[in-house]
């Protein structure tokens, strides 16, 4: 049998959600919805139903039902339950990316060889990113794991790459500030975002954790001791 390539375009760009308006993930989706656009909708449903009970757990006709649709409506714009998921990863991955973006690109025109600088602007990006992580902590929480650790009877991994693309500014960010080759920026990227990641799934488990800019500040400092080490 022929396999078929599934599409890695997302339905909705950030611009369509409105980030150039200063929206987040989940607001842009609101609007879209509210304004009658039947697949923001069953991507804001899902999105809930997804983070609280895993991708196995979730049924396609509950999606539908809550979302005011019918199951064959679901299908017509999503094809499966899988296709449901992926554009829910994919248009959430390109918000991400988005964001990274213009929190990286002030800080690649600082003078990143000073050291003093350098390090206020590690601290500036770890402030930052963390921000952006809890402003959709679902794609932290749930998202990135079902990527990296693909349920039994659907893969995901095939997203990976599109998830370190997102990343990459932050690989860039360190591969100028400290002047390490692509291959080990990539490896501290991932060791980076791996530290704050786990700031957003502790507040995901514990809501009455506070993380602020000081447990910022200290994963910036975690992450930097072992890079200077």
């Given at each position: 049998m022929?396999?078929?390539?599934?599409?890695?375009?997302p339905v909705f760009?950030?611009?369509?959600?409105?980030?150039?308006?200063?929206?987040?993930?989940?607001?842009?989706?609101?609007?879209?919805s509210e304004r009658g656009e039947i697949k923001?909708?069953?991507?804001?449903v899902a999105l809930s139903h997804f983070a609280k009970r895993g991708y196995d757990g979730?049924?396609?006709?509950?999606?539908?039902?809550?979302a005011g649709v019918s199951k064959p409506t679901l299908y017509y714009h999503f094809i499966s339950k899988e296709g449901l998921f992926r554009q829910l990863c994919l248009v959430s991955m390109a918000a991400s990316a988005h964001r990274?973006?213009?929190?990286?690109?002030?800080?690649l025109e600082v003078d990143l060889k000073h050291p003093a600088l350098r390090r206020e602007a590690c601290q500036r990006l770890g402030r930052d990113y963390l921000r952006a992580l809890q402003e959709f902590p679902e794609f932290?929480?749930?998202?990135?794991?079902?990527?990296?650790?693909?349920?039994?009877?659907?893969?995901?991994?095939?997203?990976m790459p599109l998830v370190e693309k997102g990343l990459s500014p932050i690989g860039l960010f360190i591969?100028?500030?400290?002047?390490?080759?692509?291959?080990?920026?990539?490896?501290?990227?991932?060791?980076?975002?791996?530290?704050?990641?786990?700031?957003?799934?502790?507040?995901?488990?514990?809501?009455?954790?506070?993380?602020?800019?000081?447990?910022a500040d200290w994963a910036t400092a975690r992450w930097l001791r072992g890079l200077e080490a």
């Open positions: 022929t396999h078929t390539p599934h599409d890695m375009t760009s950030p611009e369509t959600l409105g980030f150039q308006e200063g929206l987040d993930f989940r607001q842009g989706l609101e609007r879209l923001a909708k069953l991507l804001l979730v049924q396609v006709r509950e999606v539908a039902e809550e990274i973006q213009g929190i990286v690109k002030p800080l932290t929480g749930f998202i990135l794991r079902s990527i990296a650790v693909p349920s039994p009877d659907s893969g995901f991994r095939d997203l591969h100028t500030a400290f002047g390490c080759d692509f291959e080990q920026a990539r490896k501290e990227m991932m060791l980076y975002t791996g530290i704050f990641n786990a700031l957003v799934e502790e507040k995901l488990r514990r809501p009455e954790y506070d993380a602020n800019d000081a447990e």
